[in-house]
Antibody, heavy 114, light 112 residues
């Protein structure tokens, strides 16, 4: 069974950084693109970016390219999202997803507030 | 960026009736391989999105035949036949033709 479990969310002060993790199981992690999507409270879905199997190609939505960094550790079957210079506009549920978007994690809440 | 624009539904929809959701893209989603890269998702309240269809009309694994996607170029439709209570939620279209991937704003389906 494919499982994606996000962690690392919580309350963070404006301007600080936070790193999210997504633990994958039930499939051959190093064979798939992986990505991140977020959803602000009461709003729609926003694609953040995705990373290929060997981390040689990473694509971001332009508005987040300078703030967010996607990485992965194939030995640990884990996807990461490093977020910096966080602002209130980054308050959202963050989902990791398999590259084809056919499997999603349950999401992790990030709240940016002083 | 490709802008995705979704239409609204005349909510609430009576149970057992059909509902069609429209999605328009600002650019053709046909790729050089001939496939049209349009996904549909359903997000039920409090849940993660679920992939319904990809390549415009191919149903994802385990998805009911009541869901059918159609369209071409820049205009797409998701039809839900014999609407049931479990179909309630917000539907999103998404283009994966090019980067950045972009979603429509969502269409809410409420049942009567």
């Amino acid at each position: 069974e494919v499982k994606l479990v996000e962690s690392g969310g919580g309350l963070v002060q404006p301007g600080r950084s936070l790193k999210l993790s997504c633990a994958a199981s039930g499939f051959s992690f190093n064979d798939y693109w992986m990505g991140w999507v977020r959803q602000a409270p009461g709003k729609g879905l926003e694609w953040i970016g995705e990373i290929n199997q060997d981390s040689s190609t990473i694509n971001y939505t332009p508005s987040l390219k300078d703030k967010f960094t996607i990485s992965r550790d194939n030995a640990q079957n884990t996807l990461y999202l490093q977020m910096s210079k966080l602002g209130s506009e980054d308050t959202a549920i963050y989902y990791c997803a398999l590259g084809g978007f056919d499997y999603w994690g349950q999401g992790v809440m990030v709240t940016v507030s002083s | 960026d490709i802008v995705m624009t979704q239409g609204a539904l005349p909510n609430p929809v009576p149970s057992g009736e059909s509902a069609s959701i429209t999605c328009r893209s600002s650019k053709s989603l046909v790729y050089k391989d001939g496939k049209t890269y349009l996904n549909w998702f359903l997000q039920r309240p409090g849940q993660s999105p679920q992939l319904l269809t990809y390549w415009t009309s191919t149903r994802a694994s385990g998805v009911s035949e009541r869901f059918s996607g159609s369209g071409s170029g820049t205009y797409f439709t998701l039809k839900i036949s014999r609407v049931r209570a479990e179909d309630a939620g917000v539907y999103y279209c998404q283009q994966v033709r090019e980067y950045p991937r972009t979603f429509g704003g969502g269409t809410k389906l409420e049942l009567k």
